[in-house]
């Protein structure tokens, strides 16, 4: 998989991850619920930017 089509993976996941429907989940206790998701995205994003932009040959 090509950096490029990581990073649109992140994006897609952050719309479903933060959009209504899914936050639902989190009905009693939405703050913690966002800021665990945050936390996890932001992490992804860090452990993805590592990497220097380079692309894996096979």
Same mark, same amino acid.
């Given at each position: 998989m090509k950096q490029?089509?990581?990073w649109f993976f992140l994006f897609a996941l952050g719309v479903? @991850? @933060?959009?209504?429907? @899914?936050l639902t989940v989190f009905e009693g206790s939405l /703050?913690?619920? +966002? @800021?665990? +998701?945050w936390g996890v995205f932001i992490a992804v994003a /860090? +452990? +993805? =930017?590592? =990497? =220097? =932009?380079?692309d894996r040959k096979r």
């Open positions: 490029g089509d990581i479903i @991850f @933060f959009n209504w429907p @899914f /703050a913690l619920g +966002l @800021f665990v +998701l /860090a +452990l +993805l =930017g590592a =990497g =220097g =932009g380079r």
